[in-house]
C-alpha cells in the first residue's frame, strides 16, 4: 500500500511552453499532497502544499502563477509549469499524506524535466 | 530557526555497519523520518519515530531521544545498493517537515 504515481517521468519542451504533471495516490486516498523540486546534488525544496478542493499554499519565493498546482480529488494533483525556461529544468517530485501512516509522506518517482 | 544537522558525506565498507546521526532544533515535534534516495531517483520511506527507542527494521534501525534531539539511522550488514543519500527530516509543531541536506552514504567493496 501507500504508492503513489506521476506522469510524465521525464520531459523536454521547449522554453515558452507549459507543462503539466499529474501525481496520483493509488491506493489510498491523499490528504495531504506536496511538491517538491530538487536540483543536482541538492537538497528536496518544498515548493507548495496543497488540500483537496482548497487553494494550494506555496513557500516563500515560489510563484504561484507560474507553477499552477490543482488538487481536484483525492487521489490526484497536478502541477503545470506556465512558460517554462531553462532555468525551471529540474526535478519535480510528489509526495502524499494519508496512507497507512498517516504523517507519512510517500514519493513519488519523480519527473526529470528539461527546458531547452 | 529551525535546523536539522546530518554529516555531508559518509564512506563503509560492505559488510560492515554504519550509523548516521542526525540533530534536530525545531519548534514542535511530531515525529522524525528517514528516507533513501539513490541518485536520480525520488526518496523512499525508511522509518518513522515518535516515541523514544529503537525501531528496527530488517538490516536497518532507527533510533530517537527526544530529549536530546537527536537520531540515528543504523544500516547492518552494508550492501553496494546501499550507496544513496539518506534524509532525516522532523514533523514540527504545525505538522510540516523540516528536511536535513542528507547524508551521502559511499559504500565500499
Known amino acids: 500500500g501507500a504508492v503513489v504515481s506521476q506522469h510524465p517521468s521525464w520531459v523536454i519542451c521547449k522554453s515558452g511552453t507549459s507543462v503539466k504533471i499529474e501525481c496520483r495516490s493509488l491506493d489510498f486516498q491523499a490528504t495531504t499532497m506536496f511538491w517538491y523540486r530538487q536540483f543536482p546534488k541538492q537538497s528536496l525544496m518544498l515548493m507548495a502544499t496543497s488540500n483537496e478542493g482548497s487553494k494550494a499554499t506555496y513557500e516563500q519565493g515560489v510563484e504561484k502563477d507560474k507553477f499552477l498546482i490543482n488538487h481536484a480529488s483525492l487521489t490526484l494533483s497536478t502541477l503545470t509549469v506556465t512558460s517554462a525556461h531553462p532555468e525551471d529544468s529540474s526535478f519535480y517530485i510528489c509526495s502524499a499524506q494519508g496512507g497507512r501512516e498517516a504523517d507519512t509522506q510517500y514519493f513519488g518517482p519523480g519527473t526529470r524535466l528539461t527546458v531547452l | 530557526g529551525q535546523n536539522i544537522d546530518q554529516p555531508t558525506e559518509m564512506t563503509a565498507t560492505e559488510g560492515a555497519i554504519v550509523q548516521i546521526n542526525c540533530t534536530y532544533q525545531t519548534s514542535g515535534f511530531n515525529g522524525l523520518f528517514w528516507y533513501q534516495q539513490h541518485a536520480g531517483e525520488a526518496p523512499t520511506f525508511l522509518s518513522y519515530n515518535v516515541l523514544d527507542g529503537l525501531e528496527e527494521k530488517g538490516r536497518f534501525s532507527s533510533f530517537l531521544s527526544r530529549s536530546k534531539g537527536y537520531s540515528y539511522l543504523l544500516l547492518k550488514e552494508l550492501q553496494m545498493k546501499d550507496s544513496a543519500s539518506y534524509l532525516c527530516?522532523?514533523?514540527?509543531?504545525?505538522?510540516?517537515?523540516?528536511w536535513g541536506a542528507g547524508t551521502k552514504l559511499i559504500i565500499k567493496p
Open positions: 527530516a522532523v514533523m514540527d509543531s504545525n505538522y510540516q517537515l523540516i
